[in-house]
């Protein structure tokens, strides 16, 4: 990300590394909050948001993942998660 500053990315398909390793993942995170996206690839049923929301907003410890292992709560900090959630798509849209 360093190296290429016009590269973004969403959280697409990434829970479990994200949940897996929630300290770092936190960082990098905040670090390139204005160039990462939500994203999934989970259909849209409430089931799925309420995973995400409780992986990025909450300090939970042993989430119970789509797959066997257990996450852990990111509890990002609001500007983050508005960068997360919003803020990037607008800039990457030009909304």
Known sequence: ?????NLYLDTS??????????RSSA????KYQD?????TDQGREKSMY??????FETDDE????????????LELPAPV??????G???KVFNI
Request: no cysteine.
């Open 35 to 39: 160039r990462i996206l939500f994203g």
């Open 81 to 86: 998660l508005e960068s997360l959630y919003r």
């Open 1 to 5: 990300m360093d190296k290429y500053p």
């Open 88 to 90: 990037t798509a607008r």
């Open 50 to 55: 309420r995973s995400h929301w409780r992986l």
């Open 62 to 73: 042993y989430i119970t993942g789509r797959v066997w292992w257990r996450y852990y709560g």
């Open 13 to 22: 398909a990434r829970d479990y590394e994200l949940g897996r390793t929630p």
């Open 27 to 30: 960082r990098f995170l905040t």
